[in-house]
Structure formats: C-alpha cells, structure tokens
C-alpha cells in the first residue's frame, strides 16, 4: 500500500480528522474514479434519519428520573423519604413515598406521551419511500436507508429526501422548479439548475454510467450559501471541473414543482442536512408563574427548617430538667444515654424536618402539570378559533406556558402572511398619468375582454398609445415568471379571465399579480420557448420576442431588466423597480404625474414598482453583451463586476409608468391590534418590506393613528444627522410632553399626552446594536429603548430574521423584564419565535416551519385576540388560585402539627393519623381545585372579549405578588390556629360523651383534620364563580369521600395491620353533639375573615373585573339598560352621553352603546352584558355614529 494513503488513513480514522476537515469528497454512485487519476478513499458519513424525539426505549427511566429530581421539590422529597428510611421518624416513609411516587409516575407517563408522538413523526419520516439507482436500475427503499453518494430520483410534488446535488431533469434546458415553504417561508417557486455536463443525462442507464467525484464545504446551516465543484472523469482524460453553487443544491424538505423527475445526488444526509441543522434546539421556557412557585418554595423551606430549628431548641430546653428528659415510664436505653448530644439534636432536628415537611406541596407539581396538559384542550377545541377555509384549527406545542399568555406585555408581529393575507391582487397602473383597472364590473360581472378604464381624463392619443402598448409589453416581458399548462398545481389558483388554459408561477408572487392583472387588460404572456418569450396582443396576434439578457433583480438595485429583440428587430431594454431605484435613472416621461400616482398608492398601502424602457442599437448592445459576458466570466468579485456593468447599462431610461399591487389586511386585523392596545400591550411590527408600504399598512391596521406623530430613525436620518444627534433628538421630542408625568410604560395606548409612532430600519438598528469603538454600545441601547417606552408602537422594517430575534432580546432582557409574544407565518419569523417567551406561528401559506418551531400555532391572526384577552386570562387567573390555594392548604394542613408540640413536649408525636398525612393532598382535597384550575369564569368570555382592559387587572403576575402571597399565608395561619385552638378549648370540657368517656389525643386531632378538610373545600367553593355539575360532584364528592373514607378506616379491623389506632374513633367523634357543635363553629369562624374582607373591597376598592361581575348580576335583576352603567364608578367604564353632534375619532371611553348604519337604516346596538339579544331602533334622521371602541361600524 502507498505510505501516503495509509498516512491519510490513520491521520483520517485514527487522528479524528475528519472532526476539523474544511471538505469532504462524495464518489457519485459510490464509483471509484478512473485508476491513477486519484486515491479513492472512502469516508464516513451518517445515515438519512432525522431524530428529534428525546429518549429511547433504553434510556427513557434513567434520563427522565434523573430530570425529574433536578427539580427542587423533588429532589427535597426524595431526601426526606430518605432520612424516614434511616433514622427512627415519627411518620412512616409511605407518607412520603407514595405522594413522590405518584407525582414522579404521572410526569414520566406525560412526558413518555410527548415523546412517542416525536417517535412517530421521526419513524414516518425516516420510513417514506425513496427512488434510486442501482446498477442501472430504479430501485425503492426507506429514506433512512439513504447513504451519501447514492443517485436519486425524485417526482413532481415530491420532497426531496436529503440535501442533493441537480444533475439532471426531465427538462430540456436541465433546470427544475422548487418551493421552498418549509425552510425559508416563501411559497412561491424558485429555479434551480443542473450541472452543466450532466444535464443531458435523462435515462437511469446514463446516470449510472456517470464518472464522477464532488468537492464540497461541510455541513453548515446557511441556507443560501454553498460552495462545491464537481469532476467529471471521461475516460482517462483529465477531468472536467464545474462549480457548484447554490444554484445546484436542492435541499431537504423543499418540494419539487412543474418538472416531472430529476435525478441528483445524496451529499449531505440525516442531521447533517440544512433542513436539520436549522433545527435550534428549543431552550426550555419557563413562565413567570413557575418562577414564583419556585421562589414561594424557597420561603416555605426556610419556615421549614425554621420550625424544626426552633422545635429541636425548645425540645433539649424542655428536657433540661431530668424527669422530663427521662420519664419512669420511658427509660433510655444505655447506647442512648452514650450517643454524641450533637448527634442526638441532628437526629431530633431531621425528625421535625419528616413531621413538618408536608408544608412544601410536592403534588403541587403534578396537579400544575395535570391542569396545564389537561387546559390546553380547551385552546384545542375552541371552534371560534377554527378556520373554515383553511380547515384549520389553533395547535398546542407545549402546554408548559398556558398561563404565560394572560401575562404578555409586548406583541412582536410579523406583517406580510401574518397582518396581511399574503395573496397579492393587481389594482390598477398609470401610464404616463393615465390610471386604468384590470377589470370592469356591470350588472355583478367582470367583463373581461375590456381594455381598461381611464380614471384621470380622456382616452391618451396617437403617442400615447404607442406608450400604453408599449408598458404592457414591458410588464409581459420584463419578469422570471414560468407556465405550465395544468391547473392542478397545489396552492396556485387558475386565472378565470384567462384566454387561454395556463397558470403562472414566479418565485415573486407580485410578478404572478402583475402578469395576471396586465392579462385582465388584453396583452397575455403564453411561454418561453428556445429563448423566445410568446405574448398574446389585444388583437390575439402572436407576438414573439427573443430574450437575450436577463438582468436579475437583487435587494441592493432593487430593480430587474430584460433585453429583448422584437421580430422586426428593433432591440429593447425594459427595466421595472422600486420608485427610488428608477426616477434617478430616467431622462424623460410624465415623471411628476407619475410619481404623484405612486406616492398616492404608497400611503394606502399599495405595492408600487415603475417601469421604463430604452431602445438600443446593435452597436451598443454589441457593447453590453461583452461588458456582461467579461463579467459572468470572472472568478474573483463577480457580483461586483456585475452590479457595476448593471450601473452602467441601466441607465437613461424613458420612463412608462407605474403597477399597484395590492396585499390585502387579514380579517380583523385591525379589530385584534386595537383590543390589544387596549388590553394595554404594546405591538411592534418586525417586517422586510420597505417602509413606505409598512407604514400604509401600519396605518390601516389601527397601529398607527391619525393624531400618532411619526419618528423616524432610518439610514437617511442617520446620513443627515449622526446617530448620536437622532438619537438625543427623538429622545428629546417624546420626554418633552411627557413633563412630570410618566408615560404607563405598560399601556399600548396614551390618553393625556401625545402619542408617537416610531419607524426604524434595519441598517439603524444594526448601528445601535453595534459596539462603539469605545467597547459598549450600551448608551445607545438604553437611549434607544428610553424612546420606545415613550411610544405606543413601533414599526421596524428592511429587518433580516437575526435582527428580529436580536429585538425581541433587547426588549426581554431590559431592566422591566417585560414578557414578550412573538407571531409569525415563515421560516424567517422563525428565530424571534424562539427567542420570545411565547412564540406562536400563523398556520399560513408560506410553510409550516414558523408553526413546528411555536409554542403555539393559530390559522389567522384575529385569533390572537380570543387567544390572549380570553385562554391566556382564564389559565393565569386559575394556575394563580391553584398555586395559592395549594400553599394556603398546606399552611392549614401543618401549622396545628407545629402547635401541637408545644403540648406534648416536643416528643414529636403526629397529630394525624398516617392514612390521613397520605391522602390529604392526594385524595381529599386534589381534585377541587384542578377542577377549579380547569373550568373557573370568573366573568365570562364574551365580556374578557368586550372589555379588553380586564386583561391588565392580572398584568404583570398581578395574583402572585408577595403581598398576594403573604395575605395567603397569614390567612392559612389563622385558620390553623382556629382549628387548633378552638379544638383545643372545645376539649377543656373532656367529658363530651353521653356516657362520659373522655376524647384521646387521635380524636382531637381528627376534629382537627375534619375542620381542616371541610374548611379548605369549602373555602375553593366560596372562590368559584363558574359552577357546573362536575364542579358540585367533585367538591362535595370529596367531603363525602372523606367521610366515607373515615368510617370505613376506623369502622372496620383490617387483619393485614398490626396496629389500628384509629379504630372506631371517627364514630366516637361524631356521636358528640359538642363536636357537631365545634365543627360547624369552627368552620364558620374560619371563613369568616376572608369573607368580609371580599365584601369590604368589593364595595369600597373594587377592581374592574369586580364591577363588571357586579354589572352582570344587577343586569339579571334588573331591565333597564342604565342600571349596570350606573353602578359602574370608574368612568372608564361609562357609557357616553349619545347627542347629534359627531363624536370625536380619539375618545377613550368604552362604548356601552353603538350605533350603526347600515342599508340606510341606523341601528343602537345593546352589548349583550345588559342581559339582551341586540335590538335595532329605526331613526328618521341621517344620524350616523363613528365613535371608536371595538365594534366596527358596517
């Protein structure tokens, strides 16, 4: 063997080489090349399965067990089951291994869930059949079974299995059509090409046959970015070198479109494709109510520990004196007597830790867990959130951050596809100050063969018709759009005005719209056959151009060109751009009235592009041809050399005229952005688009107002002024109002003071997140921030998706830590999804990337609205209860075992029995409160719906605040020492019984546990406003259960315990008339602070969520519709005086009333809170009411 190959070997296997390797060689076919032309050494590379599940069969208990008891709670019961194993405890280690095990099955059982579902979509991917050669032949296997180097064969409307280089396709020019949905967003049609000496290779016998070998880059993630060549060996010949590029690179998961089959070959496989490496492993989210529970937690540990601290202290402190340190009837024995003190304390102080330990909640977790999993059906099977067109309805990804949606603070929103439907409709075209529609409607029908209708003034004359002729035929030319005569092709919609059978697909949808729109207007563009371009005039004449260049359009011109020659051989440049690329380069034409058009379109939102053309002689196209060939040609800069020979072509154009292309709002979109800001959450919009057509669309969606001052902190401030300049201006401009007051940085809408808009770039935005030569670019971060607290909204446009993720992180990750939601429909929305702490995905046309990446997924964007104002209320206000009411439980629940110590003298003696510490969180009082967690209204969807201002009232984890907290707390430390106390002196009387026998120390303290048990359920009961039978079953179900359950305990001799000390004691109690009279007092007295205490706030400071359940129940009891309104003190909540005079756009105050006008009648309409369907009153005058609020007049 040569000494160099077995170097390479061992340097490759044995060295890892190939961990830092820059390229790897593929052997297409697996063919070694020709002999003596290079060494053939073979290298490893993974097989095609994409693995996103996080367990195996194998490892699945390990790794879960050992994620599980990374949480605290967990990991604390585990010590504690521990140490009850151990040491001599009071309690037995049941009490606590049987909750924990209980709390560790169930999570494991769900989390086991979630991952065989990851199983299943990972096996029916890997498991799709796949076409690829072998000797000659089309053979069929799993797609796992891939291995780099084989050719395969792909079908129209297949996705291509892994990362392929093109060799060949069914069509003749050897290029292919392409979606790319699911990877970047865009739907709409991309051209790929194939390798120059391949593309003749049709047959599977050629392909086989094929010598060659691929010099490629390693996997990396960028989508848009490859480098490669391939060698292709004819005989012993030296090899033919081609680049490749991305031109070449199909890529995994793109669909295939408009071509029947390609051929092309495996090179990167499994994880290592782009597809996979674009999958950001999710980082775990944690809401903010988690972060509390955790904190509560830790409070709840240092009362633990301070209870047993103080209970071991005053223990040794009580057995100072010797008779009480040693009883007659309890004698030490001698290795006790020797045992270390400190030993002895530790022991005793681990003891109280087990007796008290039931203060920390572990079923907690599980009932959090099971109320999140369980509620997230709710959002499932909402059926107002179900979208009939799409037959889609919203997805939960995770379930983990439900009540995170009743929290949110900042709404960042993509626009194309997200606001707007992302379906682009050709509106009309000027042409040279002439404005025509592409179709006229009579009597209810297009009529079709019309040739436009001139808006302005006269039909144009003799020239002007030459130009007229001569702007369509640019717009039927000057495009990439392609034609396939089928109209089954999947999302493309025929064009019914259509002469002729055929469906247009561009990798631009606002191309389709134009050759679409300019079709409606007579001239239509048929294909592109042997380089000629084929176009229909109004007279159905044929007409043929030849293409000779296309210029390509880029982001930088942002403009392309053709240049054509007419059969009578005249040469033509046509050139179509954006108004800023154009109008410097045109010497003549109707440029005023054309641009007057356009920045008219601009404003109401329309897509604008103009178009141009010069004529050009053979002699200086002769000179453009060699300037464009020179350049294609280098190796070095070739972008560059090309947008320089660009420049100097594109240039002196007569100008023709403009296009409108309209992309339409979606559906309520404005309706959901105004109940937003109301809701007091402030939305930005995060767009690619320019900023003209965002801020149209900011504009008609109600981001923006008609009294919003504009700010602009763009690339062509910047050039005017320094940064730093714009920057202290803008700063200056919006804290200049504001004076003493401060602006509610949580509000979404201003009412005293002025409100501004802010529009930034993207190039703005990169040089404040830039770091200054000085090292911090913190200044300006914090300025910049400064002014978009001090506005209602904000629009950033021309942003690239890292720019949106680096926004939504400078907003998280400023000193109010507000709670951000990110809404997107692409691939390119895909990383400020991830970045915020709720990303939700629009189950839209550009993919399903945006909604496999999401938490949460919803067809349109006016769901947002029920999604957050309704779900995200209803989960926060139930998981906030849960979480307190657990506590508070709890506190009842330990705090008389504490009390009890001081009177048994610190002996550590239970004051429950063992069956009853088991099964008090796990039975007796478990399901109630999911119950509760799962259904409770504490007013109902309609009004959260109507009222979006109710959403601030559990703003900013309002429930969980310390001094919510701390009320919870003190009110379970009142009502356990209720209970204790008041059994206590209930017992100063032992004599209890008709037949005298005095109650023992497990009678007490099963009234205790009785009060305890009777007092917490019905405590969650007088806290439910939302009652259903489940609810009535499951609360006193559980009472019934526990009495039940305490008869059976102490009514029966259970043969299989050694000991029954309950026995016969629950019947003993409840034979006392005394105790009857104990339990119900106690009860009474328990809930009796807690009661006044709601009614006292309820009258003197009640919240906007307590007057209108107050206006809700008045509306029951009383008709007249002014009753709630009177009871109402707030004047938020008031309704306007209606008069004759016009009521002003800006008014703030809700509306109760609405009037509308519609078919010539004017209609009061009564929101259905008054307690009545909506009624209709006739007006004889013209009255028409356009006051703002949430109904939208018709």
Known sequence: MDCSLLRTLVSRYCAGEENWVDSRTIYVGHREPPPGTEAYIPQRFPDNRIVS????????????????????????????????????????????????????????????????????????????????????????????????????????????????????????DGTCFVTTASLDGESSHKTYYAVQDTKAFHSEQEIDALHATIECEQPQPDLYKFVGRINVYHDRNEPTARPLGSENLLLRGATLKNTEKIFGVAIYTGMETKMALNYQSKSQKRSAVEKSMNVFLIVYLCILISKALINTVLKYVWQSEPFRDEPWYNQKTEPERKRHLFLRAFTDFLAFMVLFNYIIPVSMYVTVEMQKFLGSYFLSWDEEMFDEDTGEGPLVNTSDLNEELGQIEYVFTDKTGTLTENNMEFVECCIGGHVYVPHVVCNGQILHDCTGIDMIDSSPGGSGKEREELFFRALCLCHTVQVKDDDSVDGLKKNQFSRRSCIYISSSPDEVALVEGIQRLGYTYLRLKDNFMEILNRENKLEKFELLEVLSFDSVRRRMSVIVKSSAGDIFLFCKGADSSIFPRVKEGKIEQVRSRVERNAVEGLRTLCVAYKKLTTKEYSDVQKLLQNAKLALQDREKKLAEVYEKIERDFILLGATAVEDRLQEKAADTIEALQKAGIKVWVLTGDKMETAAATCYACKLFRRNTQILELTTKKIEEQSLHDVLFDLSKTVLRHSGSLTRDTFSGLSTDMQDYGLIIDGAALSLIMKPRQDGSSANYRELFLEICRNCSAVLCCRMAPLQKAQIVKLIKLSKEHPITLAIGDGANDVSMILEAHVGIGIIGKEGRQAARNSDYAIPKFKHLKKMLLVHGHFYYVRISELVQYFFYKNVCFIFPQFLYQFFCGFSQQTLYDTAYLTLYNISFTSLPILLYGLMEQHVSADTLKREPSLYRDVAKNALLRWRAFIYWTFLGVFDAVVFFFGAYFLFDNTILTSNGQVFGNWTFGTLVFTVLVFTVTLKLALDTHYWTWINHFVIWGSLVFYIIFSLLWGGIIWPFFNYQRMYYVFMQMLSSGPAWLGIILLITVSLLPDVLKKVLCRQLWPTATERIQNASRQCQEHISEFTPLACLKSPRYRSSDCSNSPARRSNTHSKKMMFTHWRGIDYSVLPSVFGYSNQHCRSSTGYHYSGSGLETSV
């Open 53 to 172: 599940s996080k367990y195996t069969f194998w490892n699945f208990i390990p790794k879960n067990l050992f994620e599980q008891f990374r949480r605290i709670a967990n990991f604390y019961f585990l010590i504690i089951f521990l140490v009850q194993l151990i040491i001599d405890t009071p309690t037995s280690p049941v009490t606590s291994g049987l909750p924990l095990l209980f709390v560790i099955t169930v999570t494991a059982i769900k989390q086991g869930y979630e991952d065989w579902l990851r199983h299943k979509a990972d096996n029916a991917m890997n498991q799709c059949p796949v076409h690829f050669i072998q000797h000659g032949k089309l053979v069929r296997k799993q797609s796992r079974k891939l291995r780099v180097g084989d050719i395969v064969m792909v079908k129209e409307d297949e996705t291509f299995p892994c990362d392929l280089i093109f060799l060949s396709s069914s069509r003749g």
